[in-house]
């Protein structure tokens, strides 16, 4: 689902016509494709995610991946950007998504791991 989510963000500033400058760069391409990345992997490495190497690698692309749905939450704020609905479309609710999602997945991760 991050995955998607991932994409969705690097997409939209080409769907909502943004102007594709620095900011657009840093605040949503980027973290999008390593939001892909991230979340590609962990969901081809939940196979292995039994074994406690896999556990640990499961644990840090989650914590790289709320980390990059943080930044994507506020970034727009800190870079400037133009704060209109396709702003929050594009760029703040998949941020606020990856962060929640990965954040529970996470919690439930850690919890179960400890059982």
Known sequence: MTALLGIWAVVAPFVFSWDIGAAVLAGNILPGLQVVACGGYAGLRLVGAASEPGQYLFASLTSAMTVLGAWMLVCPLLL??????????????????????????GYYGWREARE
């Open 80 to 105: 400037g950007f133009r704060l209109e609905g396709s702003t929050y479309l594009g760029a703040i609710l998949p941020g606020a998504a990856i962060l929640v999602l990965n954040l529970a997945n």
